[in-house]
Each structure stands twice: as C-alpha cells, then as structure tokens.
C-alpha cells in the first residue's frame, strides 16, 4: 500500500505499488480480487480523517469487526495504470451493514481495507473483466453511482488521454455532494475538453438548490435531459456501474428508448 484517501466519507482511494511491472491487460475497467484474509479488528482500526468524524459517528458498528475465514472481493481500477506511473488506483466503498433497519455484519472487503495503511502488504488476482472501451470514435455517455465511479473515471481518463475528439458525457449519482467523489476534477476535465461535460445529480432534495447540480435519480435526469431529444441514440455507446438498483433502473430505461 502506497497510499490512502478518503475521497469521501465512506469513498476511500487506496494506491498500491506492486512488485511487478502491469502490463496492457490492467486496462481501464478491469478489476482485481483482493485477497482478504481473516482478521479481527476494533472499531477504532478503521482509519478516517478528523473532518468525516460525524460521518462515522453515526454509524452503527460493533466494538468489534471479524471475518473468520480468508475471502475475495473485487474491486475496479480508478485510474489507467500509466497514468498512475504503474500504480494500481482502486476504489472502495465502506459498506456499514446495516439493512432495513437491521444490523448485518459489515463488509468483509471494506472493512479490511479501510485498515489499511502505507506499507502494509496485501496480495490480490487478476486483472479480471470485459468491461472495456469499444475502439472507435462513437459518441459516449457514461452513467454511474456510488464506487460506480471507478471504472468510468478511469475509461474517461483513458478517452481524454487518448485525443478522443467525440461527445462524451458522464451523468453521475449520488446522495449529496459530500458523498460525490472527484468532484473538482471531473469540473476541471469540463473545463479543459470542450467534448467532454460532467452532470452531478443529487438525490438529496435538501441539495437541489445547488448551483449546477441537478435534483432527482440519475438515470431520471440523464433521460430528461439528454436522451428523450437526442438525435441518435443509435450512434451512441453507454457505460453503466452502480448499484445493482441503479444498474436496474437504468438498463429498463435504454431499453425502453432502442437502446
């Protein structure tokens, strides 16, 4: 482990350097499975910066966190690997556990990771996926939620780096600004590709005064903006990550429009 990040409050970038060189298989939208051993941890282990204090506060975490027996989780690259000079950018969501009321037992992943800390050594498999860029110069619309960001960010990245001269827009959801990573840079990539434009939607209508944020569902908003006048769907390609909800929402509404 190189580095950590809390990109958000429950968001955290963790850089890692490997004892290899990555090859072009490590390409954007690729994931690797971290091997998680067993562990049991304090709460007080999960490592989070002074200004998300309340954040983690008001979660509802026992004294102690364990997991038995060594498992997998995969998590996507966030960055293309050369533009992190060989680093492995992952991004992972802290998944507290609590369902519907209920307490369930938090992420096994996540809780492993937000443990971590430079220097630390883990050991992971892959890359892994067919999550890639199509080659060619087809207008692009990008749509995602939550650690959905991941792969989509580094495809952007990969695009932009690359001279894409196409359209490409990136529609992204989340609950409130503080729970929206990358928020400053994807602005500044708007700022400096005139192809390229970046749509926060938040959820939290407490936030839909915001100045350019718009309110709502992402996959609502990217519709009534973008899609339901578009000119050719056809000539467009999608990139979708999110939740499983999210991910629903969304393959029903391309579906229902051609896509």
Not at 43 to 60: I, N
Not at 123 to 144: T, V
Not at 152 to 171: P, Q
């Amino acid at each position: 482990v190189e580095s950590t990040y809390a990109v958000t409050p429950f968001l955290r970038e963790i850089v890692l350097k490997a004892e290899f060189n990555p090859g072009p298989e490590y390409q954007s939208g690729a994931y690797l499975q971290i091997h998680v051993p067993g562990y049991s941890l304090k709460k007080q282990d999960l490592l989070h910066p002074e200004h998300h204090r309340d954040h983690w506060s008001a979660l509802d975490l026992p004294p102690t966190l364990a997991n038995k027996e060594p498992v997998r989780r995969s998590y996507s690259l966030t960055l293309p690997v050369g533009k992190a000079e060989g680093r492995l950018t992952l991004l992972a969501r802290f998944s507290p556990g609590r369902a519907n009321g209920k307490r369930q037992p938090a992420g096994k992943g996540s809780t492993f990771l937000y443990s971590l800390k430079p220097g630390d050594k883990l050991s992971f498999s892959g890359p892994f996926g067919d999550f890639r860029l199509m080659p060619g110069r087809r207008e692009k619309i990008f749509i995602g939620a939550g650690a959905g960001m991941a792969p989509l960010r580094a495809m952007i990245h990969s695009c932009l780096d690359a001279g894409a001269t196409e359209r490409i827009h990136f529609w992204y959801g989340a609950r409130s600004v503080v729970d929206a990573p990358y928020v400053q840079e994807m602005e500044a990539q708007a700022s400096q590709y005139p192809n390229f434009s970046w749509h926060l939607v938040l959820s939290d209508q407490g936030e839909k005064n915001r100045d350019g944020f718009l309110p709502g569902l992402v996959h609502e908003a990217v519709e009534e903006v973008l899609l339901r006048d578009h000119a050719d769907l056809s000539a467009c390609e999608f990139y979708v990550c999110g939740s499983p909800a999210m991910l629903s929402a969304t393959r029903q509404l391309l579906l229902g429009l051609g896509v």
